[in-house]
């Protein structure tokens, strides 16, 4: 779901497990080196619009960090009786709060257990806002999310799948590890619209080739998407050798093309 995303999904959006395992496996400084290659994280610092000040955030990190999913979810739920914009939700609290943890998580300041348990309970917030979600009037359009074989980071698929409905798409999203047999029989049998496949661990760039070569030979005419951390150290010459495949690196960048895909169905 903002520089969501999906996430998404695309993108884009990572757990704080994706940002920190990455850094740590390239041996790099700190996750602070991530934050040219973050697309999907936005600092809400000093922005107007942001949903919480700077207090209400730090308590809300400090009760996430702390594994209190009772004062989370009661600030969350406040920010969703008061009706604000879902996506700046997913963006200015999930996604901000995660990238947070996984660097605090590479400093050495908090166990994996903790990060494991962060990334837990944000999923599990994620379901306070789906009864507004799922309550739209959805368009004549529908998208597959999938993380490739072999990927078990599950959370930003789910939260681009979260943003094609807040963009009034079906989304159907496969979870984690998808053999690419099954993921190839999914999209026969319910044809959609576009492909988006999520990749966070930069070694399973093989994979993601061979899912690309199979969808290509398969569905030559289908737009596919991919997204996630995995691209932040490079793999965007693989994606780009293929046709109708595209690297999305925000949410403002997969939703525009959400609405070149309506405009020409619509046209059609």
Known sequence: ??????????????????????????????????????????????????????????????????????ACAQRVQG???RNVDLKALY?????RSLYDVGKRWERNEISVATEHLATSITESLLTLGYPRLFGGTHKPFSAVVSCVANEFHQLGGQMVADTLELNGWH?????????LKDLLGFVEDKQPDILALSISVFFNMPALTEALEAICARFPALPTFIGGQAFAWGGS????????????????????RLREIERKGCAG
């Open 171 to 179: 989304g159907y999203f496969l979870g984690p590890n998808v053999p």
């Open 1 to 70: 779901m903002s520089s969501l995303p999906i996430g998404i999904v695309i993108p884009r959006l990572k757990t704080s497990q994706d940002l920190a395992a990455h850094t740590r496996c390239l041996s790099l400084q700190s996750a602070q080196d991530l934050g040219a290659h973050a697309h999907w994280v936005t600092d809400a610092e000093g922005d107007a619009d942001t949903l919480l000040n700077q207090q209400e955030y730090a308590a809300y990190l400090d009760a996430l960090l702390a594994g209190d999913y009772a």
């Open 79 to 81: 920010l969703i009786d």
């Open 237 to 256: 010459d693989r994606v780009n050798s293929f046709p109708n495949a595209q690297v999305i690196l925000s949410l403002a960048d997969f939703e525009s």
């Open 91 to 95: 963006v200015q609290v999930f996604e």
